[in-house]
C-alpha cells in the first residue's frame, strides 16, 4: 500500500492509477482496499465503502479496513454501523 510513504503521496494521482489496476482485475480485493483508504482520505465516504466493503469480505477481518469502515460509516451518520466496525478493529 502507497498510502504510509514519504514524502506525501498524490492521492488524486494514486486514486487514478488503483482505478487503471481495477480495469485489468476488478476482483483484486487488495487493489479495491487501497483504492477505498484512498477514497476515504479524499472524503468520498459512500465510495470508500463500497470498496472497503469489497475488499474486507474478500481479504478477511482484518483491523485496518474495519478502522477505515469506522471512519466512513460515521461521516456518513451510520453511528451504529460504524461502532460494530470500531469494535472490530479493536479486537473486541
Wanted: overall charge negative.
Amino acid at each position: 500500500v502507497l498510502l504510509d510513504t514519504e514524502p506525501p503521496v498524490d492521492q488524486v494521482r494514486a486514486l487514478a492509477l488503483v482505478t487503471a489496476a481495477l480495469a485489468l482485475e476488478p476482483r483484486n480485493t487488495m487493489y479495491r482496499e487501497t483504492r477505498g483508504q484512498i477514497l476515504l482520505r479524499l472524503q468520498r465516504y459512500a465510495e470508500a465503502v463500497t470498496d472497503l466493503e469489497y475488499a474486507l469480505n474478500g481479504l478477511g477481518d482484518q483491523p485496518k479496513i474495519h478502522a477505515a469502515l469506522a471512519t466512513a460509516y460515521d461521516k456518513l451518520g451510520q453511528v451504529e454501523v460504524a461502532r460494530m466496525h470500531r469494535q472490530q478493529a479493536d479486537g473486541r
